[in-house]
């Protein structure tokens, strides 16, 4: 999957939610990664920074930006403008994630667990910091494949955007919430 598709899948599920302001909430940022390159010209060399934020609410929303500029500040601010753009509400039931989940982008893959109250945000690298912004407070993961911080911000973004809540399976399933609690013994870990 490419990252076009990718924000294609955002935007729907933009569309999907119905999210189109986010003026009034409250996001706080992480900066994931900010790398320098170095363009060589006959002049000399020319340095531009490139800046992975992270942004969320702790209460479901969360996005993800990269922003490039001459300076580290604008880059990091360039960033969390397009990390508002990409911002979506993910389901938490009872601080967890509602079922297991697998996401992949490139050669990185993580698969994502429900756990028990108490467990805590068990998750490594770039994971972590999404997955504590969203507003998760018990999670477990596991990233396979490449550690490359851009590409497991997509597969996490690109897992978090298969999540469903119970009410949504229920209605395409036709049945109850409480038949599907009962029938699957769902949230019982």
């Known amino acids: 999957m490419g990252a076009k598709d990718l924000n294609q899948r955002i935007d729907a599920k933009r569309i999907e939610q119905g999210i189109t302001t986010l003026d009034d909430i409250q996001f706080e940022e992480r900066l994931l990664e900010a790398a320098r390159t170095t363009r060589v010209t006959k002049g000399g060399k020319r340095f531009s920074f490139s800046a992975l934020v992270v942004i969320g609410d702790k209460r479901g929303y969360v996005g993800f930006g990269l922003g490039k ?20 509400r993910v389901p938490i039931v009872n601080g967890t994630i509602p079922h ?19 467990t805590g945000v068990i998750a490594g690298g770039a994971a972590k910091p999404i997955f504590e912004l969203a507003g998760y407070t018990d999670v477990l993961t596991k990233v396979v494949g490449s550690s490359n911080h851009h590409n497991v911000v997509r597969a996490v973004f690109d897992a978090l955007l298969k999540l469903r809540d119970i009410d949504a399976i229920a209605k395409v399933k036709g049945a109850t919430v ?10 019982a870990r």
Do not use: M, Q, W
């Open 178 to 187: 409480e038949d599907l609690r009962e029938r699957y013994n769902i949230y």
């Open 100 to 118: 297991d989940v697998v996401g992949e982008y490139g050669s990185a893959r993580i698969i994502a667990f429900p756990a028990r109250r108490g």
């Open 69 to 88: 500029a001459r300076e580290v500040p604008l880059s990091i601010a360039k960033a969390i403008e397009d990390a508002k753009k990409k911002t979506i």
